[in-house]
């Protein structure tokens, strides 16, 4: 039974805290939380450029989203309905993960032709020549294979530099994508032929060729970021980090079987669907995404933040907002550098042994469907995929998060949704660590593609819990008439976290039950 209240005996000089506030109370506190959300998702569809009376409704997403007072701020903001399920929500992207990629296995054609999402543009540099146009509009599907190009060097020239971007929204201009930089070894070339591939993961890749033969001209590729991919890059980061040899399916059954991954910010879910059953199952608990490098022999994954102290040296959390940006020497325990990608493999590699371990007798896994957040840059595509490799999980494609939530309410929570044409939803993904707001449209030949997003990689339930925490301290010191400092008010607050959480959950599911 979960706490409906927080009280902690022997608190602070052997005093009694106890905090019970009613719904006014909880409320008012959480509030200046849930109004930044309602900001994220006002922001969301002014970049998409859609009122809200054109959205045909609301989907929900995460734990935080099932919160009563969140429910009705959003209810009473846009006027529309809101779509949830009985299932819980923090397992709704994971379910449509594995809901995809069943439709991947009974129909490869059409599930393999997502839409871009999103104008492509490319850019070019040769010795400060620079050269821009539109590489692809956001309705053309994927995989692409758009961008071929005659690209005259300049005198003496032998590397270009090619770079893609996209709009960052409303006068926002042009952020990039991806880059590579390209070295040309042949000497006696004065002409190439740039080519573009996107595959259904919006990974790119990039190849030079003789424009009158169309023969491949040797070059070498420099592809920006943390960790390459090639195979010799993997295997080197797997004997360095303890990882065992490239994926091979598993288990002993005979059905292969559907998976759908959530690498989330706070928790990670996975789904499995067997093809004869009528919906996706749940894996276990919800894995926590963190990573604790200790004395011990491996790295420890799942142990929850509240119960290791933020400043504890090793142990790593909320790393997925840093996969494809760099860690900037914050990853750091026992003299080496833990990059985002290996620990994002860490956790992977746990989700995927509690599949095996539950699923294994029946069925065999060769591969599953790993879910990223929509505005995630072709980098950090790129090193999910990496993380994935290392883990042992074959990718057939890299899903974006409110497609996935999508497809879970469309095929398995209620059929009915989307079954007209030219339809817009609003997707609310209000997690643990992170607050992602897509608008997501239904086309006439019924293709999903998200129309735009936004994001806030430091707002999620976690401010929640913060916000009841430091409610419950202020109440607590203005009672006894008490002042800490700044280091015993951290000490404090950190002792009362995991009760103001569990309260959180308690007080959220007793006002739905009332």
């Known amino acids: 039974m979960m706490p409906t209240m927080i009280e902690v005996p022997f608190f602070c000089d ?8 009613d719904v006014p109370c909880f ?8 109004d930044r959300v309602l900001m994220v998702a006002d922001g969301a569809l002014a970049k998409a450029r859609i009122e809200p009376g054109s959205i045909r409704g609301i989907l929900l997403v995460g734990g935080s989203c099932q919160i009563p007072f969140v429910r009705d701020q959003l209810r009473q903001r846009y006027g529309r309905r809101l779509h949830t399920t009985p299932s819980d929500l923090m397992w709704v992207v994971a379910m449509g993960a594995a809901a995809h990629h069943r439709d991947l296995m009974k129909h490869p054609t059409r599930a393999l032709k997502p839409r871009l999402g999103c104008d492509l543009y490319v850019r070019t540099y040769d010795q400060g020549k620079l050269t821009e146009a539109l590489l692809a509009s956001a309705d053309q599907q994927l995989p692409l294979v ?10 003496g020239a032998r590397a270009v530099t090619i770079e893609l971007l996209t ?17 040309i070894n042949v000497a006696h070339v004065r002409t190439i032929q740039l080519r573009v591939d996107i595959d259904a993961s919006r990974l790119i890749a990039v190849s030079v060729a003789n424009p009158r033969t169309r023969a491949p001209i040797d070059a070498k590729i420099e592809v920006r970021g943390d960790v390459a991919g090639s195979d010799a890059d993997l295997a080197a980061l797997a004997a360095e980090y303890g990882f065992a040899a490239p994926p091979l399916p598993r288990g002993t059954g005979s059905q292969r079987l559907a998976v ?25 608990q919800p894995l926590h995404s963190t990573v604790w490098v200790s004395g011990a022999s491996k790295p420890e994954t799942g142990v929850p933040a509240y119960s290791v102290h933020r400043k504890e040296e090793g142990f790593f959390a909320h790393f997925k907002v840093d996969i494809g940006r760099g860690g900037g020497g914050k990853y750091s325990a026992g003299g ?20 095996t371990a539950a699923h294994g007798k029946g069925g065999y896994l060769e591969e599953a469907v790993i879910t990223v957040p929509h505005d995630f840059t072709e980098d950090q595509r790129r090193e999910v995929t990496v993380a994935a490799r290392l883990a042992g999980i074959a990718v057939p494609v890299l899903q974006n998060e409110p497609e996935a939530a999508f497809a879970y309410y469309s095929e398995v929570e209620d059929k009915t949704l989307g079954t007209d044409s030219r339809q817009t939803y609003m997707v609310v993904d209000f997690g643990g660590g992170t607050t992602d707001v897509s608008v997501v449209h239904l086309d006439e030949h019924r293709r999903r593609s998200v129309v735009a997003g936004l994001g806030d990689t430091r707002l999620g339930g976690n401010d929640l819990t913060s916000a009841i925490a430091e409610r419950a301290l202020e109440d607590f010191l203005r009672t006894h008439d008490m002042t800490l400092d700044a280091k015993a008010r951290d000490r404090y607050l950190f002792e009362l ?16 039950s009332d």
């Open 27 to 34: 409320e008012e506190t959480i509030r200046p939380v849930v």
């Open 497 to 512: 976290w995991p009760r103001a959480d569990r309260f959180k959950e308690a007080f959220a599911l007793s006002m739905l």
């Open 14 to 21: 052997q005093h009694v805290l106890r905090f019970a506030p």
């Open 167 to 183: 709009e960052a929204g409303s006068g926002g201009g042009l952020v990039p994508l991806a880059r590579r930089d390209i070295g």
């Open 146 to 155: 758009k961008y071929e190009r005659e690209f005259a060097l300049n005198a």
């Open 336 to 355: 080496r550098d833990w990059p985002p990608c290996i620990l994002a493999a860490y956790v992977l590699r746990e989700l995927w042994d509690r599949v």
């Open 260 to 284: 759908g991954i959530d690498l989330g910010t706070t928790t990670s879910e996975v789904a499995v669907w067997h093809g004869s059953r009528p919906c996706p199952e749940k894996v276990g």
